[in-house]
């Protein structure tokens, strides 16, 4: 059965800078991971490498045993943040609607088919009674879900969300990951979920890939967040405490790299 992402030795320098270094992963279709590291990391690099728009210096990224450019229509994506449409007086529907058809964006003159398309996925991400609305009035949770309605057009086999819980309350935040969750059971997609703070996805998560110093680490949250394992990765004292159902990984000068984000946007 053909991995859902194969990564074999990518290596990316940015700049003369090496951002990720020799990285190797396999994940299957199907699963749900979660993609932590501090910033600078390589998060948002590994993303642009998987959606094809960052070729690797070295190694490869192969998404469904293809180039990342040829399996596109395959992958569902979910970038950071929506400040193009902060002011469209576009409703929350007509902004799905003009994404219909793939990369063409215009007036949404729209089949039936397309029609059906764009009921469905504002259905599952539970965003129909507020679709009417304009997307500039909508809360940040409502916001989100529209956009993830948007990158489930087409039914892609892979979802990839980049940091779609910074600036969401906790309500909000769970909100989402059970509207992500309802989405994978669903429909089997497989799911890479960039966050900065992973205890509000403890529960969904298949497996996790933890990025720092340029590598990486994949597995099980309990073999791959601990002292040891991330100390290696790191190259440097990392400290990872659990308390009430917690966890919070500590560097050596005590700071928390991995943590509740601070900013809320309360709904």
């Not at 909508?138 to 529209?146: A, C, D, F, I, W």
């Not at 994978?184 to 110093?213: C, I, W």
């Amino acid at each position: 059965m053909t991995n859902a992402l194969q990564i074999s030795n990518l290596t990316v320098s940015l700049g003369g800078n090496p951002i990720l270094s020799g990285i190797n992963a396999e994940i299957d279709c199907g699963e749900f991971i979660g993609i932590f590291g501090p910033n600078g990391a390589g998060k948002t690099t590994l993303v642009r490498c998987i959606l094809g728009t960052l070729p690797p210096t070295r190694g490869s990224i192969k998404v469904l045993g293809l180039d990342p450019a040829r399996a596109a229509r395959e992958i569902g994506y979910m970038p950071q943040g929506h400040g193009a449409f902060d002011s469209t007086a576009l409703s929350a529907r007509a902004l799905v609607e003009a994404a219909c058809d793939g990369d063409h964006w215009g007036i949404p003159w729209t089949s039936k088919k397309s029609r059906q398309e764009v009921d469905r996925v504002l259905e599952v991400t539970d965003a129909v009674r507020y679709a009417s609305r304009p997307f500039s009035v909508l809360s940040g949770g409502e916001r989100q879900r529209v956009m993830m309605a948007q990158a489930l057009l087409g039914n892609p086999r892979i979802l990839v969300l980049d940091e779609p819980l910074a600036s969401l309350d906790p309500k909000n935040q769970a909100l989402l990951i059970e509207c992500v969750a309802r989405v994978k059971e669903r429909t089997n997609t497989t799911v890479l979920f960039v966050a900065h703070d992973m205890n509000p996805l403890m529960n969904v998560m298949s497996r996790v890939l933890y990025l720092a110093g340029g590598r990486a680490a994949l597995g099980k949250l309990d073999d791959v967040i601990t002292s040891e394992s991330l100390s290696k990765l790191y190259g440097s004292a990392i400290e990872v405490v659990r308390t009430q159902n917690r966890v919070f990984v500590v560097s050596s000068e005590g700071n928390v790299t991995e943590s509740e984000c601070a900013h809320h946007d309360h709904d």
